[in-house]
């Protein structure tokens, strides 16, 4: 099993920034396809990005150009930087790390974009 902790949620103004971490747990990081999950108010979860072994990256198009996901294998943390945030990205944001049969969760973090 793998455990997953994201922090760097919070509320923001309407073309402001916020980074996300998710730091995980176990040896075998760098072999993980992380990626960022997020699920608004009576709306199913969605992909955002996610990145693989060789940091290779793929986006939802309704954040590409301003979401960037990046990973630290050292530091066993994936990150998501958020620019031009609208209020339409306003969700809790969750990781995700998958391997072979491993599927793990963080624990979700609240992204609130408002004026």
């Known amino acids: 099993q793998v455990q997953l902790v994201e922090s760097g949620g919070g509320l923001v103004q309407p073309g402001g920034s916020l980074r996300l971490s998710c730091a995980a747990s176990?040896?075998?990081?760098?072999?993980?396809?992380m990626g960022w999950y997020r699920q608004a108010p009576g709306k199913q979860r969605e992909l955002v990005a996610h990145?693989?072994?060789?940091?290779?990256?793929n986006y939802a198009d309704s954040v590409k150009g301003r979401f960037t996901i990046s990973r630290d294998n050292a530091k066993n943390t994936v990150y998501l930087q958020m620019n031009s945030l609208k209020p339409e990205d306003t969700a809790v944001y969750y990781c995700?790390?998958?391997?072979?049969?491993?599927?793990?969760w963080g624990q979700g973090t609240q992204v609130t974009v408002s004026s």
């Open positions: 990145i693989n072994s060789r940091s290779t990256t």
């Open positions: 995700n790390a998958r391997s072979g049969t491993l599927n793990g």
């Open positions: 176990g040896s075998i990081f760098s072999v993980y396809i």
